[in-house]
């Protein structure tokens, strides 16, 4: 099988390679990997089954409305976890900029709970193991998580990783989310949904992660679910839409009926404030005229095998999402009182 290690990688007690060790690399490219400079294994390698998929969500600017926490929480609800390893949360968080909540009862002190990254293996009953990463993004040291995460791979022989995140975006609640991808593989890309321009944005450690794994051999895909501008807080759907195409992509069911109720309240919520006021109610009918302007402009690319022309509304035009949140949050907050 490709990406598999053909040659056994001698490893102290702490999981770390030890020095002149090497093994063969992914998608049958030899590399001379680099020992782990941060990840602690706590669990045997060899238990991880064939094809592991390694499957990463991190909060952050690139988790809007939870959707990529959400998502893989739900996946550790519905395959039982085990423990696989560790980060030490003192060499990747800045805990000034991320400081840790602590009670205080009656000038008792609690513990402080510090931010972790989580890596955990789920084994459902069909399709590939999941070698689940997942918890706050980190402040530090990049690099080395990444190239920690690659040799994990390689010692795995998981060849295929998927990326769940979400983005802000014009998208109106009243229409589908709408997941566009990053890949290696350009076929995924126009299947599943790519941007049609070129963008320089200030990359999450998410991104940059993909960008090593993708050097390091493996198949990459991010998934990445455009929601709401204006929303604040968990946008249910991005969740559910993650989870709906990282189960036709790697061929795992996961039951997602637990997000309908969400769903439809959440929906509900944002209909009402809508409904509420003349201001809100134009700037979603915006949306929803730049939405489905994109939407057929797609649609006839496709057809014709072109590139989408602009729609009628361009994005400059658009309303400015702290103006609509606030007007939202202006609303239910009154209905609240």
């Known amino acids: 099988m490709e990406g598999t290690i053909t040659k056994a990688v001698p490893v102290d007690r702490d999981g770390l390679r030890r020095s002149g060790a090497a093994s063969s690399g992914i998608g049958g490219h030899c590399r001379y990997l680099r020992g782990m400079e941060l990840l602690r294994l706590d669990h045997p390698l060899d238990e991880i089954g064939p094809d592991a998929v390694l499957v990463v969500a991190l909060d952050g600017w690139t988790d809007a409305g939870d959707g990529g926490s959400a998502a893989a929480g739900r996946l550790r609800e519905a395959f039982t976890p085990v423990p696989l390893g560790r980060f030490p949360s003192d060499a990747l968080f800045d805990y000034r900029d991320r400081r840790p909540a602590l009670s205080i009862d009656r000038g008792v002190l609690g513990d ?51 990326g769940l995140g979400s983005v802000p975006g014009p998208i109106p609640h009243t229409r589908p989310v709408h997941i566009i991808a990053t890949s290696s593989d350009t076929e995924l890309l126009d299947r599943i949904g790519r941007p049609h321009e070129e963008m320089v944005v200030p990359a999450s450690c998410q991104v940059a992660l993909e960008t090593v794994l993708r050097d390091a051999g493996l198949d990459t895909l991010g998934l990445w679910v455009r929601i709401p501008h204006y929303v604040a807080g968990e946008y249910p759907e991005a969740a559910r839409a993650l989870l709906e195409q990282l189960s036709s992509h790697i061929g795992t069911p996961v039951d997602l009926s637990s997000f309908d109720e969400d769903v439809a309240e959440n929906r509900a919520r944002l209909d009402v404030a809508a409904e509420g006021s003349d201001e809100v109610r134009e700037h979603v009918a915006q949306l929803e005229r730049l939405y489905d302007a994109e939407a057929e402009a797609e649609r006839l690319a496709t057809a014709s095998g072109s590139s989408p022309s602009s729609p009628a509304i361009t994005e400059e035009q658009v309303p400015s999402a702290d103006d609509l949140a606030a007007e939202i949050e202006r609303f239910l907050q009154g209905r609240n009182d």
């Open 112 to 162: 402080p709970d510090w931010p972790e990254i989580t890596i955990e293996l789920l084994s459902p009953p069909s399709g590939p193991p999941l070698i689940l990463v997942c918890g706050a993004e980190p402040d530090l040291a990049w690099q080395g998580f990444a190239n920690d995460l690659a040799e994990l791979c390689a010692k795995v022989g998981a060849g295929r990783y998927v």
